[in-house]
């Protein structure tokens, strides 16, 4: 079965094809290590993966939850779905349709999807090029350069985001744009604010040099106001790099914004539950990894997103539905690698 947007859809009528003991270790191994290179809130890497004989288990470790930003873990959530849509590449590179369940165990809610290998189905091209795009794929902060974006593109990822049943919402008019900005500068003003918003970001945050394999290096975000009229996340916020340290320069220079801002645009969901996210996730990785393809990248603004007021507001102004992220579409002259935890830290056998 092939969905409208060229991805083989899971099938729920045929059986698991259970492969041998040492080819499912080989096999689940080669999966989770495309499924943790999908981004995640603050690259806190929230997952963990079981090896089981017919496929695999994604759980959400919440360990790794932010309890302030994200107290409800729906980053969380969404971070992990981006990481099944690279299992689920990855499943089909191996030449099977994955079978996948969303939380199918109500008794478990940390369980968030079973994988199952599905029949044997060579996987196609349009997928091939997916799964070799997943290390070239990074988050963009700042300012994009002017090239306007391929025709169409637009079009293409909302009609993907709607294949994997998400809205993807492009603000193309100046003044909604303008609307939105001004809700994310409201919402890192706020968070700015905060003391325990500081703390929580510190705690994700690495020197550069570092060993770590999770969190933001520094280096890995710009530490100075750029003018684009979406402000990124102060992310060095009260470490002597960041802006509320210097001051909290965040002048926008209106003039040069608009090129620089790139396309933006909001992914929404019907409802708001975890499968929601779940979806959203899924459907984010789609869009990103599609991007990628066209050396399109994107970058996020999902401050106002975790305050409850602004969200709504987004909601009753600018989107039907629920936004779930923002983000800015466009070219960027260097791209910027983030760490990831060894394989073996996050899938084990049970
Ligand atoms: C749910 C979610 C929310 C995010 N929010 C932001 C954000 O507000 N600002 C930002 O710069 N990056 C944001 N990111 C991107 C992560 O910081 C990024 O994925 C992570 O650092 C790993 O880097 P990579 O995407 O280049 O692999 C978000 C990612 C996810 C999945």
Request: proline fraction near 8%.
């Amino acid at each position: 079965m092939v969905s409208a947007t060229g991805f083989a859809a899971e099938r729920r009528d045929t059986p698991a094809t259970p492969l041998g003991s040492e080819r499912t270790d080989l096999a689940a191994r080669f999966v989770v290590r495309a499924a943790i290179l999908a981004p995640s809130i603050h690259n806190t890497q929230p997952w963990r993966f079981i090896e089981r004989l017919d496929g695999l288990e994604l759980w959400a470790d919440r360990t790794r939850l932010l309890p302030i930003i994200d107290p409800g873990g729906r980053e969380m959530l969404i971070s992990c779905g981006a990481s099944l849509f690279n299992a689920r590449l990855a499943v089909r590179r191996l030449g099977f349709t994955p079978r996948v369940r969303l939380l199918p165990d109500p008794a478990h809610p940390g369980l968030l999807a079973r994988i199952t290998w599905g029949t044997r189905t060579a996987p196609r091209p349009y997928e091939e090029l997916l799964y070799r795009t997943i290390p070239h794929r990074h988050t963009h902060r700042g300012r994009f350069l002017a090239t306007p974006l391929p025709p169409m593109l637009s079009t293409v990822l909302a009609g993907i985001a709607r294949g994997e049943g998400v809205g993807l919402r492009v603000v193309k008019y100046e003044a909604q744009r303008r609307q939105l900005a001004e809700h994310v500068q409201a919402a890192e003003a706020l968070q700015l604010r905060d003391p325990r918003i500081a703390g929580e970001l510190m705690a994700w945050t690495a020197p550069a040099d570092g060993e770590r394999p999770d969190g933001l290096a520094s280096g890995a975000y710009p530490v100075s106001a750029d003018g684009v009229e979406l402000p990124w996340r102060d992310i060095a916020a009260g470490a002597p790099g960041g802006f509320r340290h210097r001051g909290g320069g965040r002048e926008i220079d209106q003039e040069t914004a608009p090129a620089a801002v790139g396309t933006v645009a909001v992914l929404t969901t019907r409802e708001d539950r975890r499968v929601d996210w779940l979806l959203a996730g899924q459907a984010l990785q789609h869009v990103l990894l599609h991007a990628a393809t066209l050396d399109v990248s994107a970058a996020f603004h999902t401050q106002p997103l975790e305050l409850p007021d602004l969200r709504a507001a987004i909601r009753r102004d600018l989107v039907c539905g629920h936004p779930q992220m923002l983000l800015r579409l466009g070219n960027v002259a260097r791209h910027q690698h983030s760490r990831r935890r060894p394989v073996t830290d996050v899938l084990s056998t049970e």
